[in-house]
């Protein structure tokens, strides 16, 4: 512990350490209500073929499962955003404006039930262009040492959000929904695109009519409401 506020916990290298470690940090028996204030900052490096810096990221793809995650990130002026893939090896060959480490579909994944999306938060170094050799403890706390004025400000701009009401959960939006699979589907793509317009798509449903909603018909119609207002900003 560092602060009454913020706890750090190193996981290691690799998804098995990386949910071992969120398995210590909120042990078995938590809800998510308990945890309704709590925000997930995974800080890290990664590999990339052509990017250098710090990046938020805004998308994650596990490599062995072919499953994709969608943290939704806060915006902050001068941070760029970039997808990332998680790896079980170092990928020594990655692909241009892909970022490659070995963490964090894992800790997602642990920490799905208990986080909501809105409060998980990935920042990535470049440190290699995916050869390791060099790449040393020293090295590595360096590099984010560099950035440390960046993950300050972020840190910052979520200490001024922590106050506001937390954003509905995908899963209350299934169940207030009535919501299908398919109807599922429909919701995760619709707040998605919300949020490639900088829009919470959480709130635009929680606006749309949801506590009206009796049935499966009328939660297709909240979507449906939904998506022309999307298409409407578009």
Known sequence: MVSDDLEIILTGIGKVNAAFACGRMFPM???RNDLKADIVINIGTCGARDLSGLFIVNKISDEATGRDFYPDIIRVSGIP???LVTVDEVKTDPDPGVLYEMEASAIYQALSKLISPDRMIFLKVVSDSGDVNGITTEYVNDL???HLPEIKRIISSVREGTGKE???SNDDLYERLYASTSMRVQIDELIRYASSL???GRKLFAEAGIDEVSSRASGKEVITRVR???THLH
């Open 228 to 230: 022309g207002i999307l």
């Open 144 to 146: 984010i040492k560099s």
């Open 198 to 200: 900088g829009i919470d």
């Open 81 to 83: 955003e970039a997808s």
């Open 166 to 168: 937390a954003s509905i």
């Open 29 to 31: 028996g938590l809800t």
